[in-house]
């Protein structure tokens, strides 16, 4: 017993240095293969390139915030009473002017009646007024009465005319709430969710009946640092600034207005200051309380030089990027990047234009490594052309691992070079 299980203890063990070995076999085997496509053979790093171009280039200050409606108003009534009706449907849109709302007019109406009759009885007592008046003037003048008489008179017109004035005045204060029965829209927008229905008994101005927006033109709220603030400034004093508003994946422009207003003083608590711009909002694609990204223009930078933003690497000592040199190896330099955004950057220094910089392959890359420009994706690139390249990107990324696959599958037949 004691042989038959050295036995098989000497089987197992040189079972598991087989397979040991196997596996150091196929990793040493995909190592090699995988050195090849990546740089480590004589062919060099293979990597995608774009030259630096010179453009007349926008500067943005990018802020964040919320679109509010260009006017708000909640509408209330004027006088109270039983609410007869409401006249519009939620969410439709109303011109300034439009009665939305009817209030029982019953009592304003015979109030109007009332100070109509009170007007008619004393402009009848000043029509006998004036006619005493005459009679005792006429008197006066041959002694039948005393002048204290006569002064009575003309004393009594004047009385009887304030009294008329009076009356007018309350009749015109009856036609006008009688007016308020019909409650119009202050503006021209559109209306929410009623917040009362007919046949309750509504309150003068405490009663809300409805909220009414006016979403064109309509207006974005945003912060910038306040160090923004003298650039802003200085720019506005130069013309009217434009302001785009863009979607939340940073791309898509909803709509573009102009600046409106810089507020007036610097919130301490965040060091930024809010500023306002109106847009018009044709299509209806901002709404109020909408969360978005703003884009100020304060300028231009003419003649910049332009690369992608791919290009441009970081490192301890800041910003670098690689440039091919004459001699197809790397070459890094460093360079200062004024402003940049989603596809390009602005570089001060360290590149110049038609310089072809690397904007992909950095993974084996290092400074004066030799490279290999992929022959599929040679052709320089304006960074104006960024999103058609991030596309072939993707392309070419699914291209290349479909040809890894097939590398591993049959590497005696693939004679193509891999996608970094």
């Known amino acids: 017993m004691t042989r038959k299980r050295v036995f098989v203890g000497l089987l197992m063990l040189a079972a598991l240095a087989g397979l040991i070995w196997f596996g150091l076999s196929a990793h040493q085997g995909k190592s090699a293969r995988g050195h090849g496509r990546f740089g480590g053979g004589a062919g060099g790093v293979p990597v995608l390139t774009a030259k630096a171009v ?9 802020g964040v915030g919320t679109v509010q409606a260009y006017q708000t108003v909640t509408v209330q009534p ?7 009706s409401l006249n519009f449907k939620e969410g439709q849109e109303v011109d300034k002017g439009d009665v939305i709302a009817k209030i029982d007019p019953t009592t304003y109406k015979a109030d109007l009646e009332q100070a109509k009759a009170k007007l008619a009885m004393d402009r009848a007592g000043l029509a ?32 009887d005319i304030a009294q008329v004035q009076s009356d007018q005045a309350a009749v015109d204060s009856a036609r006008a709430t009688l007016g ?23 309150s003068a101005s405490s009663t809300d009946i409805v909220v009414i927006t006016q979403l ?4 974005a709220v945003f912060t910038l640092p306040s160090d923004d603030v003298a650039k802003v400034r200085a720019a506005a004093a130069k013309g009217r600034l434009t302001v785009r508003v863009v979607g939340a994946d940073g791309d898509k422009v909803l709509d573009t207005g102009h600046l409106e207003v810089i507020n007036n003083q610097v919130d301490t608590t965040t060091g930024t200051i809010k500023l306002k711009a109106i847009l018009p909002n044709a299509n209806q694609q901002l709404w109020p309380g909408q969360f978005v990204n703003v884009r100020l223009q304060v300028g231009t930078l003419d003649n910049a030089t332009v690369v992608p933003v791919a290009a441009v690497q970081q490192g301890p000592n800041g910003a670098f ?5 004459k001699n197809g190896k790397a ?14 950057a602005v570089i001060a220094q360290g590149v110049q234009p038609a310089q072809a910089v690397i904007t992909a392959g950095f993974g084996q890359l290092s400074d004066g490594a030799k490279v290999k420009v992929d022959a599929g994706q040679a052709q320089s690139r304006s960074p ?21 696959e097939r590398d591993d599958a049959a590497p005696t037949r693939h004679k193509g070079k891999a996608k970094p």
Not at 54 to 62: D, E, K, R, W
């Open 54 to 62: 010179t453009q007349n280039v926008p500067v943005i200050l990018n």
């Open 321 to 325: 990027v690689y440039e091919v040199g």
């Open 216 to 219: 064109q033109p309509i207006a």
């Open 180 to 202: 308020y029965t019909s409650v119009v829209a202050p503006i021209t927008g559109r209306t929410g969710i009623r917040m009362v229905d007919e046949g309750n008994i509504v």
């Open 384 to 404: 104006s052309a960024q999103a058609a390249q991030e596309i072939g990107h993707k392309a070419d990324s699914g291209r290349a691992d479909d040809n890894s």
């Open 78 to 84: 004027q006088v109270g009473g039983k609410l007869l």
């Open 331 to 344: 070459e890094m330099h460093s360079v200062t990047v004024t402003q940049q955004d989603e596809t390009r």
């Open 128 to 159: 006998n007024a004036r006619l005493d008046l005459k009679r005792y003037a006429k008197l006066a003048k041959t002694n039948y009465v005393s002048k204290q008489q006569a002064d009575q008179a003309r004393a009594t017109v004047r009385q």
